[in-house]
């Protein structure tokens, strides 16, 4: 394995030197991504030192380095999973073929759709995220919001290496709407609901890299599938990176949970709120609420768009080797359709259900991270426990976004009883607002937030009291 050329303009490992039209084209779009970086990206921490690490090599041991880095100057590359040499499509009608390594004249909308779609949520990421730095719990937090920025910054990098490799002039248009879209903003918005929400405090972007992210790691599973082999190859490194966003976000939200069970076991009679901590009734709707909308990123229950997308080879399923039918032709999906005000078991061909199918694996895997939590609880002797809200509850888009839906039992709710019980299932503004008021900085090397506990450990085998960021 080859390590990655840091003498070039833009670090690779696609030889991008033996392309000298994509290079300048990839060159020209460099400056106009770095504007972007100054306008939407973190503000004013971009003269400091950040303890980073870098992409350095793609294999599975010692893929990254570790060293202070000024953001700006951070090297956003274009790194692909190695090439499996006859390497085949592995699921849909042209299963078993070699992949491609064209984009397929026939599905090129398609494809390049995808690309967009996931494109889009990274720049969108550290645009909810850009104001953060400045109430930031300790300087081992503020370094893991920079990693994640830098690198969803990354992640907008090589899809647009994708876009501007194979899809010639609409591909570098779409590069450049990439860098123009804004989270949030109502005339130009991002392209998918949970982008486009505001992330303005700590609880929030730790339920968001705990939620969201994990909508990407699970995005990228599929992708990773797809018979076109550069996003199949892309995806796949992306994905070593993701893991450290999630983790973020579990461990996170753990140590807010610490914190609060920890305050609770000390002062019994008290309420935390007295001490700086978040009370278990506010994270929990916290937790509801990026939950569901991120289970909305999966899109409706039924989709023609799924089915065409499968069929063809370009978006598979999560693990999709381990499904023993790669056709899915024959199958049918059972699944709980919600029309005309009830609730209805229904049957459809599984290719059209493959949207539910992806949602599943992710409601599987959010459920071992309230699991996780729920193990920091027993271990602090607490009977608190935390619960997944029901995929049902509070959704925008497919069946059940015309209902409303218990968050525990996922029961059908009247209007009034909706509206009666709100408030203790989602964020109110008072919650938020008390939220908001414990965003204060700590910036002083090994202190910590009063309502996070400090990590158990630090990051590159630094302690938890490292200079992660150099603010002087
Ligand atoms: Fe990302
Ligand atoms: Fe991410």
Same mark, same amino acid.
Request: overall charge negative; aromatic content about 12%.
């Given at each position: ?9 833009? =670090?690779?490992?696609?030889?991008? +030197? ?40 793609v ?23 190695p ?6 499509i592995?699921?849909g ?29 990274e =720049? ?22 920079f #990693? ?16 501007h ?20 903003? +109502? ?9 486009n ?8 972007f ?12 699970? #995005? ?5 599938e797809?018979?076109?082999? *550069? ?79 499968f ?41 059209? +259900?493959?949207?539910?199918v ?30 997944l *809200? ?22 059908l ?18 919650d938020? +607002? ?39």
């Amino acid at each position: 394995m080859t390590g990655i050329d840091y003498s070039q303009k833009i =670090p690779n490992n696609v030889d991008l +030197a033996g392309d000298k039209r994509l290079q300048r084209a990839l060159e020209a779009w460099q400056p106009n991504y770095l504007e972007w970086w100054a306008q939407m990206g973190p503000t004013d921490f971009n003269t400091k030192d950040v303890y980073l690490r870098t992409a350095i090599n793609v294999g599975a041991e010692g893929w990254a380095h570790f060293g202070y880095v000024k953001m700006p100057e951070y090297r956003w590359g274009i790194f692909l999973a190695p090439a499996e040499a006859g390497r085949t499509i592995g699921f849909g009608d042209h299963y078993g073929q070699a992949a491609w390594q064209q984009v397929p004249g026939e599905y090129r909308n398609w494809l390049r759709r995808l690309i967009v779609t996931q494109a889009d949520t990274e =720049p969108a990421s550290v645009e909810q995220q850009r104001l953060l730095g400045h109430t930031a719990p300790s300087l081992y937090d503020l370094r893991n919001l920079f #990693q994640v920025n830098v690198e969803e910054g990354r992640h907008l990098w090589a899809m647009v290496y994708l876009l501007h490799t194979y899809f010639g002039k609409d591909g570098r248009e779409e590069a450049e709407e990439l860098l123009h879209r804004r989270s949030g903003n +109502a005339d130009h918005p991002r392209i998918l609901g949970t982008f486009n929400e505001p992330c303005e405090d700590w609880l929030s972007f730790l339920c968001f890299t705990m939620f969201t992210d994990r909508d990407g790691k699970f #995005q990228l599973l599929a992708l990773a599938e797809s018979g076109f082999d *550069p996003l199949a190859r892309t995806c796949r490194f992306m994905l070593t990176e993701e893991a450290h966003h999630m983790f973020v976000g579990q461990t996170g939200v753990g140590r807010v949970i610490e914190k609060t069970l920890t305050v609770m076991r000390e002062h019994p009679d008290r309420d935390v709120r007295d001490f700086g901590a978040i009370p278990v009734d506010i994270i929990q709707k916290y937790i509801n609420f990026w939950a569901s909308s991120s289970t909305d990123l999966y899109g409706a229950e039924i989709s023609s768009n799924s089915a065409n997308f499968f069929r063809s080879g370009l978006k598979g399923r999560a693990y999709e080797d381990k499904q023993k039918d790669h056709l899915a032709l024959e199958q049918f999906y059972l699944f709980e359709n919600f029309v005309d005000g009830r609730i209805s078991k229904e049957e459809v061909p599984l290719r059209n +259900a493959m949207n539910e199918v992806l949602r599943d694996e992710y409601v599987k895997d959010n459920q071992r991270g309230i699991d996780f939590w729920n193990r920091i609880c027993e271990r602090l002797d607490s009977p608190v426990r935390f619960t997944l *809200p029901h995929r049902r509850f509070h959704r925008k888009i497919g069946c059940y976004a015309g209902g409303h839906f218990h968050p525990a039992t996922g029961e059908l709710l009247d209007e009034s009883t909706w509206l009666a019980n709100v408030g203790s299932w989602l964020p109110t503004a008072a919650d938020k +607002a008390y939220v908001k008021s414990l965003m204060k900085p700590v910036y002083e090397q090994g202190k910590y937030a009063s309502w996070i506990a400090p990590p158990a450990k630090g990051i590159d085998e630094k302690g938890v009291d490292y200079e992660y960021v150099k603010l002087a």
